[in-house]
């Protein structure tokens, strides 16, 4: 409660600091949302600090988090989808993914090729992550997953944000990645997918997905973004459904 203290004393003596005002919500974030007068509060205080820091990430960053805590996914998209325009960072397109899917009733991608691209990678991972659990348990990401793999990933979360330093490290793979652990582990996969064709598809998302982290244009990018979209969202329930009759 000092600190809190301290940051109200500095918002009054610079209210024009936007820094003072996304501290003092970081510091309300910590303590329990006991009721939704003290999420609006936190709330207020972000966006005066991106009213007065325009320029600032962090801010919209944690009230996207923010937002999306408290369910009100369709508000914390555009803070999520705005920050990385700024920075690469693998934590907020997460979220972004679960903001787009929780409005995407039964998987049916969105006409917008980069939403449908986020739930399609989004698939992938969680289809990886299961098979491989359900085959290694919670060494799965040692005895899965390729050692030069996990090497990439880990040299690409050490370049992340700090606040990404412990995130999880298959959000920090490719498709590329992807493709060579299913090939890797083909006996596990090859019940659910066609390794061969899969791996063509994987490579072709390769470049549409440089193409958003590096906010080209994706007019030129094929309709088969959504169509890969949809036919993976069927794949990862087949999966789930598999798994919940052992």
């Known amino acids: ?24 919500g970081k ?9 939704i007068e003290s999420v609006d509060a936190i709330e207020k205080l972000f966006k005066k600090s991106i009213e007065l820091g325009q320029g600032l990430w962090a801010p919209k960053i944690i009230l996207g988090e923010l937002l999306y805590k408290v369910g009100r996914f369709r508000e914390a998209e555009p803070y999520f989808k705005e920050s990385l325009k700024k920075i690469p960072s693998e934590s907020v397109k997460e979220y972004l993914t679960r903001c787009i899917s929780k409005k995407s009733p039964g998987g049916k991608p969105y006409e917008n090729k980069r939403d449908s691209l986020y739930l399609f990678e989004n698939n992938v991972r969680e ?3 299961i098979l491989l659990e ?3 348990g919670e060494d799965w990401w040692r005895k899965g997953v390729p050692s030069k793999i996990r090497a990439s990933c880990a ?3 050490e370049e992340a944000l700090d606040e990404e330093k412990s995130s999880d490290l298959l959000l920090f793979a490719d498709f590329h990645n992807y493709k060579i652990i299913i090939e890797s ?11 061969k064709e ?8 390769e470049p549409i997905r440089n193409a958003i982290a590096h906010n080209r244009p994706l007019s ?7 169509e890969y979209s949809l036919t993976f969202q069927k794949i990862i329930d087949k999966v789930k459904k598999s798994m919940n009759k052992h």
């Open 1 to 24: 409660m000092e600190k809190i203290e301290l940051l109200n004393d500095k918002i009054k003596k610079n209210p024009r600091d936007p820094m003072n005002y996304y501290y003092l």
């Open 27 to 35: 510091e309300l974030m910590n303590l329990p949302l006991k009721n």
């Open 127 to 129: 289809f990886i992550r």
């Open 134 to 136: 359900s085959n290694y």
């Open 155 to 157: 040299a690409r979360r």
């Open 185 to 195: 582990n083909k006996n596990l996969f090859s019940s659910y997918i066609d390794i």
């Open 198 to 205: 899969w791996g063509k598809k994987l490579n072709e998302m």
């Open 220 to 226: 030129v990018a094929p309709v088969r973004v959504k």
